[in-house]
């Protein structure tokens, strides 16, 4: 068993690959343009201030708005010279309401979530640094630690270790992979974020209006960085550039995995078609997946939600107890949807329509079935509930875009 990061440059697009032995597990596109991408950080000037849905639009480059919420918690770094935060501060409800954001503002803002259609990126103020083992958080001065890290002792001793660290203006946020870490690990990495943030709002003062002054490392480094990387056993491209990146990120920041890292030169076939990334690309995008059941489910994304709808095809042929044939195809199908969603990179409200059971036991197992499947994802995923009518609702995070939309 071995698990592979394959990234290779297809036209103006960049390809990166996660491969469970052979089973694509995840795939990935970046388009090869300057566009604000998620984790961007903008000195943005605000265009508009809506109160009715209590947002505000801020322009961080010609022709390019970003929709910023508005909250009573906000801590915005303003870009003429001063800085609002809570730090040494009794009451911190005065601070928060001194100055408050309106149209012409000059401040931080940074690209939280991709464009959705004919949505704006949405933005925050409240920067976030994300190391490997952190993560550092404007705003929001506390320790904290993934919902993943389940130990109780484990969780307390993270706490623990980055409770020093914290100040009023910001806080830690300690990363699953953090697990795999030393304690001189994670505190090098803080302090690293630490003069990482100190430099970035020194920026705001000198730099120029619609400055990015903190540009996200690529979606394959990203990848490298975020996805679990001591359970990758090894990350191979056909392209020198992207390697030089790779090598240069990973002497920096993972030392420790250089050494996974693999230039493939072979002439006579290329990388991508060694792994048939175009046929496993076209084939995430078909509508229709089958089971080895012989059943089937059909995805189908829509502008407010992804519906999934799983369907017997063949499988009950020649089949008498159809209740347990029933539960067996959802149970199946619950695999394959917490895979394709993860694949596929769906986000938002996702609607599964499984198979009608009539008995509860059969609906309590095919929940705990799907809720363990979907546990797997490193993106925050929710399942909500089951309607009578066999629905069941899921909530998925959504960062970056679907693979049908890019």
């Not at 503002?105 to 991709?114: G, T």
């Not at 709002?201 to 000198?206: E, F, M, S």
């Not at 990350?235 to 002497?251: A, F, P, R």
Request: net charge neutral; aromatic share 6%; hydrophobic share 35%.
């Amino acid at each position: 068993m071995s698990n592979s990061i394959v990234i290779v440059r297809s036209e103006n697009r960049i390809i990166t690959a996660l491969f469970h032995d052979r089973e694509l597990v995840t795939i990935g596109l970046e388009q090869e343009e300057k566009k604000p991408r998620v984790g961007d950080i903008y000195i943005g000037r605000v265009q508009n201030v809506v109160k009715n849905i209590n947002g505000a639009f801020v322009e961080i480059a010609d022709k390019e708005v970003c929709y910023l919420p508005l909250s009573e918690n906000m801590s915005p770094v303003f870009c003429d010279g001063r800085v609002r935060s809570d730090s040494n501060t009794a009451d911190k409800k005065e601070v928060k309401n001194e100055r408050k954001i309106k149209v012409g503002d000059e401040l931080l803002v940074q690209i939280c979530k991709d464009t959705a259609k004919s949505k704006a990126p949405l933005a925050t103020v409240d920067i976030n640094l994300t190391g490997r083992y952190v993560v550092l958080a404007k705003g929001k001065p506390k320790a904290g630690v993934s919902s993943k890290i389940t130990d109780d002792v484990e969780r307390a001793r993270l706490k623990d270790l980055v409770q020093p660290y914290l100040n009023g203006d910001h806080g830690f946020i300690v990363r699953t992979n953090a697990l795999t870490a030393g304690d001189e690990e994670i505190k090098n990495e803080i302090g690293y974020l630490e003069e990482q943030y100190k430099t970035l709002i020194g920026k705001k003062i000198h730099g120029a209006l619609f400055t990015r002054v903190y540009t996200a490392p690529a979606s394959f480094i990203l990848e490298v960085r975020d996805g679990y990387s001591y359970e990758i056993d090894s990350v191979k491209t056909d392209d020198k550039e992207i390697y030089e990146s790779l090598k240069e990120y990973m002497t920096l920041y993972l030392p420790k995995e250089l050494g996974k890292l693999e230039f493939y030169e072979e002439k006579n076939i290329s990388l991508s078609v060694l792994y048939g990334l175009e046929g496993k690309l076209q084939k995430a995008l078909q509508d229709k997946v089958w089971l080895d059941s012989g059943a089937y489910i059909v995805i189908q994304p829509t502008e407010a939600l992804v519906s999934i709808d799983v369907n017997t095809g063949k499988a009950i042929a020649g089949k008498q107890n159809t209740e347990e044939t029933f539960f067996k195809v959802n149970c199946e199908a619950a695999e394959e949807i917490a895979a394709q969603i993860r694949l596929r990179n769906l986000s938002g409200i996702i609607i599964v329509d499984f198979i009608d059971m009539k008995e509860e036991e059969h609906k309590k197992k095919l929940l705990e079935k799907l809720k363990a499947e979907i546990a797997k994802d490193h993106i925050t995923t929710r399942l909500i509930d089951m309607t009578p009518l066999g629905l069941v609702e899921l909530n998925r995070r959504r960062i970056r875009k679907p693979i049908h939309e890019l």
